[in-house]
């Protein structure tokens, strides 16, 4: 669905909300280690313990809401995110404009859009993380208002939208591996909006053979053949 105008919403969470995404990066330590994500946690002796058990596959109930008493108690502070806010504020004319040209882009398959996408602060986890059933953002910043890989938020911001808009119909679709999908966004990223985002980095993830074939930006109108093509070569 195309929306004559998508725009974007920053959010401060709450205690509670933090500690839900927290728990979630706890959960799932074992896939952050193996793909050396460099992970961003609050310290203490609970944390260690709560690591430990996930690793085994061992977390309960009991554990959620010792976190989240941890968390509400001793850990969050919203002034902690105001730096961010701001930071993030600042550039959202920018970011509403390069998600308004995704909306008026022609693709032979069907890149998901929102109405409004929510992006919700953190001071927790690897830097970024979305929901692609939600049209929800987490992105990381620090108390003095810094983000991971960036100075400017925006770059990793359209780079989660992105996520969100092939991750059904073609991610899930045709099983398409972390590196390869990583690959996908970036490039999407950096042949349509470098102009924007001067500074914006193609990772070293992912097959670069796929790169014969999105040289240009009207190759991502076919992205659905030529990842289907891609993959089955690669069995």
Request: cysteine-free; overall charge positive; glycine content about 6%.
């Amino acid at each position: 669905m195309v929306f004559s105008q998508s725009k974007v919403q920053v959010n401060i969470p709450t205690a509670k909300t933090e500690a839900g995404y927290i728990w979630r990066n706890i959960r799932d330590i074992g896939f952050f280690e193996k793909h050396n994500y460099q992970l961003s946690l609050p310290r203490g002796p609970l944390m260690e313990k709560l690591k430990a058990k996930a690793r085994k596959n061992q977390l309960t109930d009991e554990d959620y809401a010792a976190l989240e008493k941890f968390v509400v108690d001793k850990v969050y502070r919203k002034t902690d995110y105001e730096a961010g806010y701001a930071a993030t504020q600042k550039n959202l004319p920018l970011l509403n404009k390069m998600v308004n040209e995704i909306g008026q882009m022609k693709f032979k398959w069907p890149f998901k859009m929102y109405k409004t996408y929510q992006i919700t602060l953190t001071l927790y986890g690897p830097g970024g993380s979305y929901d692609p059933d939600q049209g929800s953002i987490i992105i990381f910043t620090t108390r003095d208002g810094k983000f991971k890989q960036y100075k400017d938020p925006i770059n990793t911001l359209i780079h989660e939208i992105t996520h969100i808009g092939i991750e059904n119909s073609i991610i899930r679709k045709y099983n398409v591996p972390h590196g390869l999908k990583e690959r996908i966004v970036d490039t999407f990223v950096s042949l349509n909006f470098k102009q924007y985002l001067p500074n914006y980095r193609v990772q070293n993830m992912g097959d670069p053979k796929l790169d014969n074939y999105l040289k240009k930006k009207t190759d991502f109108a076919n992205l659905e053949t030529i990842v289907q093509k891609f993959v089955k070569k690669k069995e």
